[in-house]
């Protein structure tokens, strides 16, 4: 197993002449590479700070900030042009694969290497509204929930689960030892609340939260859509996961996590 340095380390000797390529250009584009490759490693796609996207005429703004793709760093003060394209919902985004052009718009979701800033509505001629901004993707570390609600699943059946720490939510998952039988399915809901109130449903959508069919494979993972109520849990606030259906005849064994980030 051979050690590797970062690409074009310099080695100079005695007299050697100055090089501005080989020995200042070029080392410093190995390190930048090598600090990318390493964040990359280490940190998920995410916005740390700012990043906040604005309707401007035909442009979607995007303000200062920073945010990582791919272990490469965005400060944003950019826009994204709508001329030119069809109708359609938009999701603004940073594609990590273009490094001349990369605050970009497109109608399909973005995927691995392309971080969700914001999405807006475009009438295809001279019109943004409906601006979603809080679709942006916040943070770049991981800080998972998870709960197990052990014994045959029933509706009501819940956990509270104390916030330590200011979290943004990327999705919710479950899983059963035995999915049920009959017909039916199982389906988890997530609410959001300070003290005193079990708080609010992180999905407005119902059709987003996780649910696991009672045909399913047992040990199947269910993820959900994305959470479209307030995903951004504050610390001293707390998360209930509750079962909301079951099979008709219940399944058993429910673990329930809620992928999160710390923002």
């Not at 280490?42 to 700070?49: A, H, I, K, M, Y």
């Not at 035909?58 to 793709?69: L, S």
Request: aromatic content about 6%.
């Amino acid at each position: 197993m051979s050690y590797e340095e970062f690409a074009s380390k310099p080695s100079v000797s005695n007299g050697d002449a100055l090089n501005p390529t080989t020995q200042i250009n070029n080392p410093a584009q190995g390190m930048q590479d090598e600090l990318e490759l390493r964040a990359g490693d280490v940190l998920l796609d995410g916005v740390v700070s700012g990043m906040a996207c604005t309707i401007d005429g035909t442009e979607i703004d995007i303000a200062a900030g920073r945010a990582y793709v791919s272990g490469k760093r965005y400060s944003g003060g950019a826009s994204a042009e709508f001329v030119g394209k069809g109708s359609g919902t938009y999701y603004v985004y940073i594609d990590g694969a273009d490094d001349e052009t990369p605050y970009k718009a497109k109608t399909s979701s973005p995927t691995s290497g392309e971080l969700t800033l914001c999405i807006v509505d475009w009438d295809g001629t001279d019109t943004l509204s409906d601006l979603d901004d809080d679709a942006k993707v916040l943070g770049v570390e991981a800080s998972d929930v998870d709960v197990a609600l052990p014994g045959t699943a029933a509706v009501g059946v819940h956990a509270v689960i104390p916030v330590t720490r200011d979290l943004w939510i990327e999705s919710v998952q479950i899983a059963m030892s035995d999915n049920g039988d009959t017909s039916g399915a199982t389906t988890v809901d997530a609410h959001l609340g300070a003290n005193g109130s079990k708080g609010d449903s992180i999905f407005t959508t119902q059709a987003n939260r996780p649910s696991l069919a009672y045909d399913t494979a047992d040990y199947t993972v269910a993820v959900s859509g994305a959470p479209d109520g307030d995903r951004k849990p504050d610390a001293g606030e707390h998360l209930v996961a509750e079962v909301d259906e079951v099979a008709a005849t219940p399944g058993a064994d429910l673990t329930v996590v809620i992928k999160a980030r710390l923002r």
